[in-house]
């Protein structure tokens, strides 16, 4: 029954890093594309990164601290949402005008996208403690309380980060309550919780400014922002892992960091970020690229419009 549990669990986050990837290109994706995409992402592109990191893989090997997911799922989510973003081409006027000044598309109800964030915020917390590795029963229990406290201050931060950088906007600050949350899934075991909170504080900040250089600088169509969110916030949350994560300054007296480990840790944190990144990217592009060719990436105007 072990073996079956396990398998539902990560076939649970093999989902969510597929979930995320058709927000980016949401509105003008053709859906028979999105289907054959959504199979070659859950069984060619995920299991290499589930395998590095949790599957006895190098990044494994290596250290590398990834307790729930923030590249292994969110990066590699974001990452094709991004790329899949750049190869379809922004929804029809996104854009206007000479200088491309980008246009809000607005969502009808703001109600039920807030209920949809907090959705997500009740399910984050079995996403993030069911990941618990620890065996002894009286360490499991430690652990998953630390892990439930950091992923609650984590995701108060982002909201707070993104309320205060949004100016109060309720939508902005419901994607920084999940960038929040999607920051501390690698450090959820070992960081303290003031430090959770600043993670989750600065990934709120991350994410809004990101959005607007995404949109206004860069001209990149991602409707849900789901490479703020889960791809930025993702790196973040591993190198945070990195810098927060000592025991020296408060993080788990079990699971955390060593002084003598910090450094090194910080090292192969990064190594994994951007060996992640560039793995995903590339994988992405020609997984893209031959949609594209096929003529089953984007739909015709008529459709979209």
């Not at 959705?119 to 618990?132: A, T």
């Not at 408060?250 to 960091?257: A, E, F, K, Q």
């Not at 994994?272 to 990436?297: E, Q, R």
């Given at each position: 029954?072990?073996?079956?549990?396990l398998w539902f669990k990560m076939?649970?986050?093999?989902?969510?890093?597929?979930?995320?990837?058709?927000?980016?290109?949401?509105e003008r994706d053709n859906f028979?594309?999105?289907?054959?995409?959504?199979?070659?992402?859950?069984?060619?592109?995920?299991?290499?990164?589930?395998?590095?990191?949790?599957?006895?893989?190098?990044?494994?090997?290596?250290?590398?601290?990834?307790?729930?997911?923030?590249?292994?799922?969110?990066?590699?989510?974001?990452?094709?949402?991004?790329?899949?973003?750049?190869?379809?081409?922004?929804?029809?006027?996104?854009?206007?005008?000479?200088?491309?000044?980008?246009?809000?598309?607005?969502?009808?109800?703001?109600?039920?996208?807030?209920?949809?964030?907090?959705?997500?915020?009740?399910?984050?917390?079995?996403?993030?403690?069911?990941?618990?590795?620890?065996?002894?029963?009286?360490?499991?229990?430690?652990?998953?309380?630390?892990?439930?406290?950091?992923?609650?201050?984590?995701?108060?931060?982002?909201?707070?980060?993104?309320?205060?950088?949004?100016?109060?906007?309720?939508?902005?600050?419901?994607?920084?309550?999940?960038?929040?949350?999607?920051?501390?899934?690698?450090?959820?075991?070992?960081?303290?919780?003031?430090?959770?909170?600043?993670?989750?504080?600065?990934?709120?900040?991350?994410?809004?400014?990101?959005?607007?250089?995404?949109?206004?600088?860069?001209?990149?169509?991602?409707?849900?922002?789901?490479?703020?969110?889960?791809?930025?916030?993702?790196?973040?949350?591993?190198?945070?892992?990195?810098?927060?994560?000592?025991?020296?300054?408060?993080?788990?007296?079990?699971?955390g960091l060593d002084n003598a480990?910090?450094?090194?840790?910080?090292?192969?944190?990064?190594?994994?970020?951007?060996?992640?990144?560039?793995?995903?990217?590339?994988?992405?592009?020609?997984?893209?690229?031959?949609?594209?060719?096929?003529?089953?990436?984007?739909?015709?105007?008529?459709?979209?419009?």
């Amino acid at each position: 029954l072990g073996d079956y549990a396990l398998w539902f669990k990560m076939s649970m986050f093999a989902i969510t890093a597929v979930a995320i990837v058709p927000g980016g290109l949401a509105e003008r994706d053709n859906f028979w594309g999105w289907i054959i995409a959504a199979g070659l992402i859950a069984g060619l592109i995920y299991p290499v990164v589930e395998h590095w990191v949790w599957g006895g893989g190098w990044l494994g090997d290596l250290g590398y601290i990834d307790y729930a997911g923030s590249t292994v799922v969110h990066l590699v989510g974001g990452m094709l949402a991004l790329v899949g973003s750049i190869m379809i081409g922004p929804r029809i006027g996104k854009f206007v005008g000479k200088k491309k000044n980008a246009r809000a598309f607005f969502g009808h109800s703001i109600p039920l996208s807030v209920i949809g964030a907090w959705l997500l915020v009740f399910g984050w917390f079995g996403f993030n403690i069911g990941s618990s590795t620890a065996t002894d029963p009286q360490t499991i229990n430690v652990e998953l309380a630390w892990v439930s406290l950091t992923t609650a201050m984590a995701m108060a931060g982002g909201l707070f980060g993104a309320a205060l950088t949004s100016r109060g906007h309720v939508l902005t600050s419901m994607i920084g309550l999940l960038a929040g949350a999607v920051s501390i899934c690698s450090g959820a075991a070992v960081m303290h919780p003031i430090a959770a909170l600043i993670t989750g504080a600065i990934a709120g900040v991350l994410t809004t400014f990101t959005v607007g250089l995404f949109e206004n600088i860069l001209k990149i169509d991602d409707a849900l922002a789901c490479f703020p969110v889960h791809g930025v916030c993702g790196i973040w949350g591993v190198i945070a892992t990195g810098l927060f994560g000592g025991k020296a300054i408060g993080g788990h007296p079990v699971y955390g960091l060593d002084n003598a480990d910090w450094l090194p840790q910080l090292g192969v944190q990064v190594l994994g970020a951007v060996a992640i990144s560039a793995f995903v990217a590339v994988a992405g592009l020609i997984m893209f690229w031959g949609l594209k060719k096929a003529k089953l990436l984007r739909v015709g105007r008529d459709a979209e419009l």
